[in-house]
């Protein structure tokens, strides 16, 4: 089949602009990875962050959850319900395309091992992202939604710092974690049936 010399141009167009993107998160990765096995403060502040995020926000929810009434709690659930629904579509693109990690293409300092996988886009991010942002803007409590962003941006500074992850990797998981956000808070009232069973449950056996 022939292109024509319009189809030429925009497919040239295409891959202008995809390299253009690539170099543009080539870039911010050098920026931001620059001073990683140089500064051990600055390294040891990546690390943790980049390894214990998840745990720091698994931890307030919990923490949380003793502290808040029924409906507090049906918040946290669908932040939770967010965060599952960010990581089923991180794994349906896993499924689809599979982008190189920063060490798997010699670019930049790894100071922090992971296995060499797909790293669009960031499970971590995701996580992290889909629960704070439910909190923050879908729920309005606004104290716990930011602490949890404070959380969720340094994860993937440091996930990016580390070299395991590339910038863009957190700029899709931000997308993908503001779409499950969307959905499950337009799905809430079928939601809230479930939620409410699995709060008589909790009460039950706390009871």
């Known amino acids: 089949m022939w292109l ?22 080539i870039d911010l990765f050098q920026w931001i990875n620059a001073a990683a096995g140089k500064n051990p403060s600055l390294d040891y502040i990546a690390i943790f962050f980049a390894e ?53 293409t010699g670019i930049g300092t790894t100071i922090l091992s992971h296995a060499p996988e797909t790293s669009f886009p960031s499970d971590h991010a995701t996580l992290l992202f889909s629960a704070s942002l439910y909190l ?42 503001i779409l499950s956000c969307i959905m499950i808070y337009k799905s809430r009232s079928l939601l809230e049936y479930i939620n409410r069973w699995i709060i008589s449950i909790y009460k039950k056996l706390t009871a």
Do not use: Q
């Open 4 to 25: 024509s010399s319009e189809d030429n141009a925009v497919t040239g167009l295409k891959r202008i602009n995809i390299r253009m993107l690539n170099n543009i998160n």
């Open 52 to 104: 214990s995020g998840p745990y720091i926000v698994m931890a307030l929810f919990i923490f949380l959850w003793f502290l808040s009434n029924e409906r507090r709690k049906n918040t946290l659930l669908l932040a939770t319900e967010a965060s599952a629904l960010g990581l089923l579509f991180n794994l349906a693109i896993t499924l689809i395309y599979f982008h190189p990690r920063p060490f798997m």
């Open 136 to 177: 923050l803007l879908f729920s309005r409590w606004v104290s716990a939604g930011v602490a949890m962003i404070f959380v969720a941006v340094l994860t993937s500074w440091g996930r990016v710092y580390c070299g395991i992850h590339f910038p863009f990797d957190m700029a899709g998981s931000l997308f993908f974690s």
